[in-house]
């Protein structure tokens, strides 16, 4: 039972180009929502979380979308870098106080220099 | 580094061995969560622990694992009598306290294969 969807298992951007990454979710109860970075043979790393609340957060390069009629996130990377090449989780979490995290499959981004 | 450190980073064992995943959390994290991923999946929450409490084992098998997380020392994660599906990455992440404001911190897993 996925309750996280990330529908592209790969996507391919040119250098300095906008990457979106997309996810979707299947439960309603879910009030916050994280991507994760991860690198090969390393452990994910925390890049940036929107609460429910909201339709947009921003940091730096990176900025997440709700869609919450949808259940419909998306991550946007502007410009996109060689080094943003890694696997990106959408991840959703059930209230603040809550700590179990619910990954999706992973999104595998190659920037192309 | 004080980042959460795991070891050993690659474990072999054949089937019906043990396997002891060790993880140190963060300096200040008193907050312990353990996760496996297996191959082209998602992590997977198996349990939440706090020092010497396990608070949540919900995705943990009811067999053959378990976890610790004693006073002193390193959380512990044993899978007994180990078969070949219980080949796969466990990560541990850490944090200061246990709320969504607080992002886990995760080690570099251990990779651990069934022969």
């Known amino acids: 039972d996925q309750q996280v969807k990330q529908n592209s298992p790969s996507l391919s951007v040119q250098e300095g180009r906008i990457s979106i990454l997309n996810c979707d979710y299947t439960n309603s109860m879910f009030d916050y929502f994280l991507w994760y970075k991860k690198y090969p043979a390393e452990g994910p790393t925390f890049l940036i979380s929107i609460s429910s609340i909201k339709d947009k957060n921003e940091d730096g390069r990176f900025t997440v979308f709700l869609n919450k009629s949808a259940k419909h996130l998306s991550l946007h990377i502007v410009p996109s870098q060689p080094g943003d090449s890694a696997v990106y989780f959408c991840?959703?979490?059930?209230?603040?106080?809550?700590?179990?995290?619910?990954f999706g499959k992973g999104t595998k981004l190659s920037v192309i220099p | 580094n004080a980042g959460v450190m795991q070891n050993p980073r690659h474990l072999v064992r054949r089937r019906g061995q043990e396997a002891r995943l060790r993880c140190s959390p963060m300096?200040?994290?008193?907050?312990v969560y353990w996760y496996r991923q297996l191959p082209e999946e998602g992590l997977k929450f198996m349990v939440y622990l706090q020092k010497e409490n396990i608070i949540d084992e919900s995705g943990m098998p009811k067999e053959r694992f378990s976890a610790e997380f004693p006073k002193e020392g390193p959380s512990i994660l044993r899978i007994q009598q180990v078969v070949r599906g219980d080949s796969a990455a466990y990560f541990c992440?850490?944090?200061?306290?246990?709320?969504?404001?607080?992002?886990?911190?995760f080690g570099d897993g251990t990779r651990l294969s069934i022969l």
């Open positions: 300096k200040g994290h008193s907050h």
């Open positions: 991840v959703g979490v059930r209230g603040a106080g809550s700590y179990q995290l619910t």
């Open positions: 992440a850490s944090s200061e306290l246990a709320t969504v404001n607080q992002p886990q911190h």
